[in-house]
T-cell receptor, first 113, second 112 residues
Framework: DTAVSQTPKYLVTQMGNDKSIKCEQN?????MYWYKQDSKKFLKIMFS???????INETVPNRFSPKSPDKAHLNLHINSLELGDSAVYFC????????????FGDGTRLSIL | QKEVEQNSGPLSVPEGAIASLNCTYS??????FFWYRQYSGKSPELIMS????GDKEDGRFTAQLNKASQYVSLLIRDSQPSDSATYLC????????????FGQGTILTVHP
């Protein structure tokens, strides 16, 4: 049983398109995150939700919009995709919003043509 | 701006040796640190967490934290080729509500 699952695993699309990535966790955790890992493997937080409430919103273009319908799901919608958006996007979850270990999904590799 | 620094490597050790991975952090208020292992093309996998000064051992892994020197390390004893991966140090901060700041990672290669 996958603890943190993301779909799709690969996403290849053209510049200017809009796409969504979905994430679900079955760990019963309260807090979920989106991270971006660029081509140099640097992993950087984008957003965090705690019980459906946005608690971390890093300096990310407005084209990126997270949405948490419930505490087990966190989706990421990206408008007007740009070449620089090509990266691996990881979803993660932790028990709560304190400094608990975070568990990562398998990642979504986004490639912009 | 909180920073976490790691030597990107690659660090190459022979099988059976001790691999020593180091990390420094800039935020004096940071309380919690994590080590993640990431195989190529895979997701980060938590291998150790450390919250207080001193050593914490788990199997072949020992994490060390020195808050005075703002230094975290990971020792891998009896290194195996399967330990070859990128090791990411993460600072969870003091009151940053779960925001992890990662180092750039150290590539470890264990050769037979």
């Amino acid at each position: 049983d996958t603890a943190v699952s993301q779909t799709p695993k690969y996403l290849v699309t053209q510049m200017g398109n809009d796409k969504s990535i979905k994430c679900e966790q079955n760990l019963g955790h309260d807090t979920m995150y989106w991270y971006k890992q660029d081509s140099k493997k640097f992993l950087k937080i984008m957003f965090s939700y705690n019980n459906k409430e946005l608690i971390i919103n890093e300096t990310v273009p407005n084209r990126f919009s997270p949405k948490s319908p419930d505490k087990a799901h966190l989706n990421l919608h990206i408008n007007s995709l740009e070449l620089g958006d090509s990266a691996v996007y990881f979803c993660a979850s932790s028990q709560d919003r304190s400094n608990q270990p975070q568990h990562f999904g398998d990642g979504t590799r986004l490639s912009i043509l | 701006q909180k920073e976490v620094e790691q030597n990107s490597g690659p660090l190459s050790v022979p099988e059976g040796a001790i691999a020593s991975l180091n990390c420094t952090y800039s935020d004096r208020g940071s309380q919690s640190f994590f080590w993640y292992r990431q195989y190529s093309g895979k997701s980060p996998e938590l291998i150790m967490s450390i919250y207080s000064n001193g050593d914490k051992e788990d199997g072949r892994f020992t994490a060390q934290l020195n808050k005075a020197s703002q230094y975290v390390s990971l020792l891998i004893r009896d290194s195996q080729p399967s330990d070859s991966a990128t090791y990411l140090c993460a600072d969870a901060g003091g009151t940053s509500y779960g925001k992890l700041t990662f180092g750039q990672g150290t590539i470890l290669t264990v050769h037979p």
